[in-house]
């Protein structure tokens, strides 16, 4: 694919390097639907995930490759055949395909985790190039920790690389150690040392260990030549997270005519995507977080209110509208058919596998009409998110739940629940509800697992609005996430911790691709 010089290519690694956040691995079909809406969002690469880590995540790939047609898909593996086959064969079905392999260039790195000399990682990252060659011109090659690695070394390396055939030299700051002026120059460096530089695009892809993700990107971009950014939905990913997408995207065309690039992305996604990988991952966005943040666009000093009032441009420099906020609209209710309902989800890009998950997602949309008089778009995306529903062959699903608190009083739940498909009746008491709620849980399945996180949202505004939970369970050195919506926030903590449960019992295991 050729680009024009000043095409920001947005590269999306939510579903590789995001999911590797501890507790936001996705199901298959959790991935398919982040990736049909990054493909509507107008992301020129999605890195779909690695395939060679797990057989769950080769499926994803292959099955986001059979549908996603206008990005290209794009598989991380470890610059070794086997790696490099196995994402070959999970990108066999895509319309545009890429195979992004890396290898560790520091010294740090090369000495202590791979065990390799320098001329070792010379020769291997050559070879796998050059294997990877045979599936897809198109080529990434990462030599993972360039932040800390040699120079002259990177020189030599990349040199080769692009001889080999690498389309896209990934520039990563692995540990977010870097600072965006030194970051920049080294780019800089490198494009007029290395003699074969503009036979690739060069990319950076930049870790927030020191909240200057987004700022070494740009840097990158604007004094090193970059023209591919990686970034995810929210700055998910490990640690504390990658490149945001939104705020590049929202840098570069608020600030247009300093940047004076294009990017390909349709901002008024920006927002639907934020909210479906929170809802996904159980993974809040911070109300200050910039563009996505539920205050992103909220004044509340009188000063600001009526400078707003008087010219917008006062204290605004984007338009909520502009990047997808919409004021909450009341869309459908109690009234409401399953024809509306389903028109409705197609607008909102919710594309449901059979007849029967439409009509088991209606059910639970009139369960929620008969509860609560206006049903919001983000209602309907939470009935439809793993918290919600349970699915049929779920391993623990949730029945009922009755709770008793009183001032004075040791709180007490009974909770209905079914293990395997054979239904248990369970009441304790707690400190709170909640707790009781999850001792009453606890004292049949004794999952053992330690409670890292518990939070609750509301999913809309006012009071009438749906508690989002998410509980974050640890067990032997594996953390997933839960997540559960009800208009009562007991019940949608047990919702929670039974769909936490389900994916510790699910026992699907992965390779980290650092290892
Ligand atoms: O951070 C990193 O170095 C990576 C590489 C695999 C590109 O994610
Ligand atoms: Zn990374």
């Known amino acids: 694919m050729t680009y024009a010089s000043n095409k920001l290519i947005i590269f999306d690694t939510t579903l590789r390097d995001g999911e590797q956040s501890p507790g936001a691995s996705m199901t298959k079909d959790e991935k398919i639907r982040i990736a049909k809406q990054l493909e509507r969002m107008r992301v020129d690469v999605i890195e779909a995930g690695f395939a060679a880590a797990s057989q769950g995540d080769f499926d994803a790939i292959k099955a986001i490759a059979g549908i996603v047609k206008d990005s290209t898909v794009c598989s991380l593996s470890r610059a070794n055949d086997r790696d490099i086959s196995r994402a070959a064969e999970a990108l066999a079905p895509a319309a545009r395909k890429r195979i992004h392999t890396f290898l560790a260039t520091s010294p740090l790195h090369m000495e202590m985790k791979l065990r390799m000399t320098p001329d070792q990682v010379f020769e291997q990252a050559k070879r796998a190039v050059k294997f990877a060659r045979q599936f897809t011109d198109d080529i990434e090659f990462s030599p993972e920790d360039a932040s800390r690695s040699d120079i002259d070394f990177l ?6 690389v692009i001889a080999e055939g690498a389309t896209t030299i990934n520039f990563p700051d692995t540990v977010g150690y870097a600072v965006p002026e030194l970051f920049a120059n080294t780019i800089k460096t490198l494009r007029e040392r290395i ?5 690739a695009i060069w990319s950076v892809h930049c870790h927030n260990d020191l909240g200057m993700a987004v700022a070494n990107s740009l840097a990158g971009v604007m004094i090193g030549g970059a023209r591919q950014v990686e970034c995810t939905i929210n700055g998910l990913g490990e640690r504390a997270g990658n490149t945001a997408l939104e705020e590049i995207v929202m840098a570069v065309k608020t600030r247009s005519a300093y940047f004076n690039l294009e990017v390909g992305i349709d901002t008024t996604q920006i927002v639907p995507t934020s909210k479906l990988v929170s ?8 109300p200050n977080k910039a563009v996505v943040g539920a205050n992103a666009f909220a004044h509340a000093s009188g000063i600001h209110q009526d400078g707003i009032l008087k010219a917008r441009e006062t204290y605004e420099i984007m ?18 058919g399953r024809n509306a309902f389903k028109q409705r989800l197609q607008e909102l890009g919710i594309e449901l596998e059979s007849e029967a998950e439409v009509n088991a997602a209606f059910a639970r949309f009139k369960e929620l009409a008969d509860q609560k008089s206006d049903i919001f778009d983000e209602d309907i995306m939470a009935l439809v998110s793993g918290g919600q529903q349970s699915l049929a062959d779920d391993y623990y699903q949730f029945v009922s739940l009755s709770q008793r608190s009183e001032t004075g009083e040791k709180p007490s739940a009974k909770v209905v629940f079914s293990i395997d498909k054979q239904e248990f009746t369970c009441e304790a008491q707690g400190n709170g509800p909640v707790d009781a709620t999850v001792n009453a849980i606890e004292s049949q399945t004794k999952s053992g697992a330690e409670l890292l996180l518990f939070s609750v949202n509301a999913i809309t505004t006012g009071t009438q609005s749906q508690g989002e939970v998410t509980m974050r369970l640890s067990k032997a050195g594996r953390i997933v996430n839960g997540v559960g919506s009800d208009l009562d926030i007991v019940m949608a903590s047990a919702k929670a911790y039974l769909s936490a449960l389900n994916k510790l019992h699910s026992k699907i295991e992965k390779l980290n691709p650092q290892l």
């Open 195 to 199: 003699p074969n530089s503009d036979k």
């Open 155 to 160: 020189c030599r390396v990349i040199e080769a």
């Open 319 to 336: 338009r909520a509208e502009d990047v997808g906020w919409s004021a909450n609209k009341i869309v459908l209710g109690k009234l409401s």
């Open 279 to 286: 809802q996904i991952t159980g993974f809040a966005v911070q």
